[in-house]
């Protein structure tokens, strides 16, 4: 079982969709969970991050968080062509407060217009 | 405020050859780490550096990787000898504070052995 597990997609919707991206993860002990976006090419851009369970709104973002599930989601309404990108999942190991990060592969989101 | 960056963009080499990787991260930040992306796979932790000293190497893969950070600046990544293996995209990532709050990523070197 991999560490941290996300649906490779393509993920693909229509313009102004509700895009619904997910994410398992193994470690129990994880406290911080992070969404990374990332362009075709470029480098990794933080865009959210939650700690606690339960919802966190961010514009059009949303994270959403069950430890007991140990799942980790991010919404995004009203979906852009410009959201079109690849989407990672990222978790410290266990209880590390080092900085350390595990990835997840990553869900491909296309949005049509 | 100049973001992280690394250089070469590109590198293409023969397998046995050396290759040096390169990572400015933003002024100030302490805390630098090496994440690499092979082909297919997920991005995965190399190492950690606190200033110039070495927090976790645990993710680098063998003894032909060396990371340095002299001075606590700027960090160098050398394979050497260079294996069709290790061909992927090589990211450096800045923060100042210890912690996974977040942290900004450089470009990227994508390295290609043949």
């Known amino acids: 079982q991999k560490e941290v597990e996300q649906n490779s997609g393509p993920l693909s919707v229509p313009e102004g969709a509700i895009a619904s991206l997910n994410c398992t993860y193994s470690?129990?002990?994880?406290?911080?969970f992070f969404w990374y976006r990332q362009y075709s090419g470029k480098s990794p851009e933080l865009i959210m991050s939650?700690?606690?369970?339960g919802d966190k709104e961010d514009g059009r973002f949303t994270a959403q968080l069950n430890k007991a599930s140990q799942y980790v989601s991010l919404l995004i309404r009203d979906s852009q062509p410009s959201d079109s990108a690849t989407y990672l999942c990222?978790?410290?190991?266990?209880?590390?407060?080092?900085?350390?990060?595990?990835f997840g592969q990553g869900t491909t989101l296309q949005v049509k217009p | 405020e100049a973001g992280v960056t690394q250089f070469p963009s590109h590198s293409v080499i023969e397998k046995g050859q050396t290759v040096t990787l390169r990572c400015d991260p933003i002024?100030?930040?302490?805390?630098l780490y090496w994440y690499r992306r092979v082909m297919g796979k997920e991005i995965k932790f190399l190492l950690h550096?606190?200033?110039?000293?070495?927090?976790?190497e645990s993710g680098m893969p063998n003894n032909r990787f060396l990371a340095e950070r002299t001075g606590g600046t700027y960090s160098t990544l050398k394979v050497q000898p260079a294996e069709l293996e290790d061909s992927g995209v090589y990211f450096c990532?800045?923060?100042?504070?210890?912690?996974?709050?977040?942290?900004?990523f450089g470009s990227g070197t994508r390295l290609t052995v043949v």
């Open positions: 550096f606190v200033k110039e000293s070495k927090q976790d």
């Open positions: 990532a800045s923060s100042q504070d210890l912690g996974a709050h977040g942290y900004t």
């Open positions: 002024s100030g930040h302490d805390n």
């Open positions: 990222a978790v410290p190991p266990g209880a590390s407060n080092t900085g350390k990060l595990i």
């Open positions: 939650i700690y606690s369970n």
């Open positions: 470690d129990r002990g994880s406290q911080s």
